[in-house]
């Protein structure tokens, strides 16, 4: 199949979702489907299989790219169509309804259109409204637009039970159940006694992703005094994000510096060594649909502990893969990370359920979807 994606994060931006799009297009091109990205860029340009669009920077969050510049609606329309009709795209799938989005639905001319909802927009329109009115305006504006949009799909698709639940009120359309997989064999090959080695051998309480508010790793910060009373642990935060200086601020104020680590960006390569490393992972988030890096965690043999929230508790099972903590508690998420710290079965029971999440399989998943769009169009004689 020819399959066209848009995304409005894409490399060198690291997230969840350009993290489930690369794990995505490498099973998919084995399997002899060819992918095209179409996504955010400094200029107009096509670089083999992917296609840019120039777009500005937030400057509140440097990583992104949202708004056109000389772009026009009806010009990126336009190179947007003549490009889907010379690949001859099988599948149009979108990853988010913004900017890149919009060229999504008028791509949808040619080829069914696939919405996966990655992500809570409403809940981030703090980063661009700080006044509390303007927020509870933004996010009704943001659900009819995605009413709108979930009009215009084939199909849409969910990372979890829980989104799913929540975008029922949105679309009367079926929605697919699609968690991103992950590459269980990279995880169980990390070194871990390198990082061990590199930071005098101590119990390791280990967090990965973006350094953003709704991350809440403040709750790990304020959790520490609790920790470090019973256990001589380091704590390692492994990501970067705007939140980052407002962090190691509270560390220091804490007086906490000797137990925090901010390691900012780790190479692909690098990041199962630190996953290898943990004694235990601390996902005190309470935004999330699915949650990638506790798989990844889980893949390495870490128990995991989390807030119980969102979609959290579809993938970590309290006493069975890791805990479950209540949502902003720091003293009962500092009592589940030691109870993680002393259950010395609890890592083996966490790498055997990760396993259901095989990139393999949940690829073997999307393929169906596109196959069922596929032959569902077909037999309604469209395109």
């Known amino acids: 199949m020819e ?9 060198p931006t690291r997230d969840g979702v350009v993290t489930s799009l690369l794990l995505f297009k490498k099973q998919l091109e084995k399997r002899g489907h060819n992918i095209y990205i179409f996504a955010p860029g400094k200029e107009n340009r096509r670089e083999n299989n992917i296609i840019y669009y120039e777009m500005k920077t937030w400057k509140k969050y ?21 490009i889907i009709n010379e690949i001859g795209a099988n599948i149009i799938h979108s990853h988010s309804p913004g900017f890149i989005g919009i060229n999504a639905i008028t ?23 700080k006044n509390e009115n303007l927020q509870e305006i933004a996010k009704k504006a943001i659900r009819k637009w995605l009413k709108f949009y979930f009009s215009k799909c084939s199909c849409v698709i969910a990372p979890s039970q829980y989104v799913a639940s929540r975008l029922k009120d949105l679309t009367d359309k079926e929605i697919k159940i699609l968690p991103t997989g ?3 064999e990279r995880f169980i090959k990390g070194n871990g006694k390198r990082i061990k080695e590199k930071f005098g051998n101590k119990k390791i309480i280990l967090h990965v992703g973006r350094i953003v508010k709704e991350k809440n790793v403040h709750l790990l910060i304020e959790s520490a005094p609790y920790i470090l009373k019973k256990v001589d642990a380091i704590f390692i935060i492994v990501g970067k994000g705007p939140a980052k200086n407002e962090l190691e601020e509270l560390v220091r104020k804490k007086g906490l510096e000797n137990h925090f680590i901010f390691t900012g960006f780790v190479k692909d390569e690098e990041l199962p060594d630190y996953y290898k490393a943990g004694d235990v992972f601390a996902f005190p988030s309470t935004y999330e649909t699915q949650g990638i890096v506790a798989l990844e965690a889980m893949a390495s043999g870490m128990p995991v502990v989390a807030a119980k929230a969102k979609a959290i508790p579809e993938f970590v099972k309290d006493e069975e893969n890791g805990y479950l903590f209540k949502p902003n508690d720091a003293k009962e998420l ?4 030691l109870m993680a710290i002393e259950n010395k ?6 790498f055997e359920y990760a396993k259901r999440y095989s990139i393999e399989k949940m690829a073997e998943k999307l393929i169906k979807i596109y196959e069922e769009m596929e032959d569902e169009n077909k037999r309604k004689g469209v395109y």
Do not use: C, M, Q
């Open 182 to 184: 992950i590459e269980i």
């Open 62 to 82: 440097a990583d992104y790219k949202f708004f056109p510049t000389t772009n026009t609606l009806f010009t990126a329309f336009k190179r947007t169509r003549k």
């Open 345 to 350: 079965e609890l890592g083996k029971k966490a």
């Open 3 to 11: 399959i066209a994606w848009f995304t409005e994060t894409w490399l």
């Open 107 to 129: 791509a949808s001319k040619y080829a069914p259109l696939a919405f996966t909802f990655h992500t809570f927009i409403d809940e981030s329109v703090y980063f661009a409204f």
């Open 334 to 337: 500092a009592e589940k990370i």
